[in-house]
């Protein structure tokens, strides 16, 4: 079930890779903008330093030890054909 939910979201961001990188462009954007101070954003919501270290350490390893190696051969046997 997981891995279905994981598979149909990969199909949908590879379908709109483009639409994706200019949200990720215009986040950048905004986010060196409001930074530097030319821009004030609201701020949404604010996590202590240890619970944001904690939570990326955690995506970085689930991710891209986990889920990123079974994307990519399943990627590569798609494109290789049945």
Known sequence: MLWGIITAA?????RHARL???IGIVGFVLGCASYAGFLRLP???VLPAALGT?????RYAVWDGFVTPRL???REQRDRGP
């Open 43 to 45: 701020t949404l919501v």
């Open 10 to 14: 990969d199909d949908l961001m590879h």
């Open 20 to 22: 994706l990188d200019a």
């Open 54 to 58: 904690i939570l990326a350490v955690l």
């Open 72 to 74: 990519e051969a399943r």
